[in-house]
């Protein structure tokens, strides 16, 4: 009797979870599709640094780490690809002249003690209040834009794995993105998810989420919402320590078309499940 209450328990679990895919999947508006945000974040600005071509950069601290984000128009994407296998302090140190002071908590997440005492010859601060110009000699090294490559032609999306990160690219893309990556390591290593992503439409907004699932086996979070504008670019990089499933969901509908990839990295003792679906 027991075991005929339990099969009958675990198919009201499995009709309850295809009822609510068939929801998920059955809407029409981007409205529809969004979830609630089940996660305070307290964020603190550490500095803003402004591009020629208008980008503007951010580096901020939040609850469980350190973000780096940009956000530019999408004729100019690619312009801050010199920039992916750095560190966040290292990103700082590149874009910025040697007379800018380095924020406290950048100093504190680097874990390459050469980059550290770079970073500590210039000074430290809390955090710079005022925008912070563009390093010349960055400027002078900016990326060709690669919007046309990613905006144009027929639909595709391909992956790249290796032992230490993964990663998804889209071109000229439309549909639902879920791309993520889970930690069960003992280790203490800053990990990073990022994406670089250009929404190729003149008129749709694109929005992107960043979900996680803790290690404890709690519910899954949205973290944060990111929204990319029409015809404008985004970068969004963080930096933590915190062992948790990562997911990055894409949000698109109705023939609304994105380009870009999505990374999962510093995951080197252990890339343990990947999930990836469209």
């Not at 010349?136 to 391909?158: A, L, R, T, W």
């Amino acid at each position: 009797m027991k075991n005929k209450i339990k099969i009958n328990f675990n198919r009201i679990l499995i009709l309850c979870a295809v009822f609510s895919l068939f929801l998920f999947y059955s809407c029409t508006s981007e409205e529809d599709t969004i979830p609630e945000i089940t996660e305070a974040v307290t964020t603190k600005t550490l500095a803003t640094i402004s591009l020629p071509s208008n980008t503007t950069i951010t580096f901020k601290t939040e609850t469980d780490g350190i973000v780096f984000e940009a956000i530019g128009d999408s004729d100019n994407f690619g312009e801050l690809d010199g920039l992916n296998d750095l560190s966040l302090l290292d990103r700082f140190l590149t874009l910025t002249d040697e007379s800018i002071a380095v924020p406290a908590d950048l100093i504190e997440l680097e874990e390459d003690q050469k980059i550290k005492e770079k970073a500590l010859q210039r000074g430290t601060i809390e955090k710079h209040s005022t925008n912070i110009p563009i390093s010349k000699s960055f400027s002078n090294h900016i990326k060709s834009p690669k919007v046309h490559y990613y905006c144009s032609g027929p639909k595709e999306d391909f992956e790249n794995q290796s032992s230490d990160s993964y990663e998804e690219t889209y071109k000229n893309y439309n549909g639902y993105v879920f791309t993520g990556s889970e930690l069960h390591s003992t280790l203490k290593k800053c990990r990073r998810v990022e994406f670089g992503l250009s929404n190729c439409d003149y008129n749709k907004e694109l929005r992107v989420y960043h979900n996680y699932t803790p290690n404890n086996g709690g519910p899954s979070k949205t973290y944060t919402i990111i929204d990319i504008p029409p015809r404008k670019h985004r970068y969004y990089s963080k930096s933590f320590f915190t062992k948790a499933k990562r997911i990055i969901q894409i949000v698109s509908v109705n023939g609304h078309r994105f380009g870009g990839v999505v990374r999962f990295s510093r995951y080197k003792d252990n890339l343990s499940w990947v999930l990836s679906k469209k």
